[in-house]
């Protein structure tokens, strides 16, 4: 088993910025990709970002309405996942989740969108 465990959500005003983090503990080395999903009132859970990690690399993927404003990153020796939040817009708002799995070569997207672990949420809210 894997535990996940997020903080860093909270109250920001428009294009201000967050950190969350996501704390893996357990089996770790049964997962290679984390990510986030985020999930607003009334709306469906979404793809936000992940991190697959191999040897020699690691593998960053956005979804388009965060692209250039969001950065995942993943600290190896604290199991930690990390999602560096900028310019926050009031659509931002919801409730974020981290999850992992492993990835066996399929998509990134799809493997984690029915993901094997899951943390509990962190509540990010952006005023306008």
């Known amino acids: 088993q894997v535990q996940l465990v997020e903080s860093g959500g909270g109250l920001v005003q428009a294009g201000g910025s967050l950190r969350l983090s996501c704390a893996a503990s357990?089996?770790?080395?049964?997962?290679?990709?984390m990510g986030w999903f985020r999930q607003a009132p009334g709306k469906e859970r979404e793809f936000v970002s992940a991190?697959?990690?191999?040897?020699?690399?690691?593998?960053?993927y956005y979804a388009d309405s965060v692209k250039g404003r969001f950065t995942i990153s993943r600290d190896n020796a604290k199991n930690t996942v990390y999602l560096e939040m900028n310019s926050l817009k009031p659509e931002d708002t919801a409730v974020y989740y981290c999850?992992?799995?492993?990835?066996?070569?399929?998509?990134?997207?799809?493997?984690?969108?029915?993901?094997?672990?899951w943390g509990q949420g962190t509540q990010v809210t952006v005023s306008s």
């Open positions: 991190i697959k990690w191999r040897v020699l690399a690691t593998y960053a």
């Open positions: 999850a992992a799995d492993k990835t066996n070569g399929n998509d990134i997207r799809v493997v984690l969108t029915t993901a094997a672990y």
């Open positions: 357990g089996r770790t080395f049964s997962t290679d990709a």
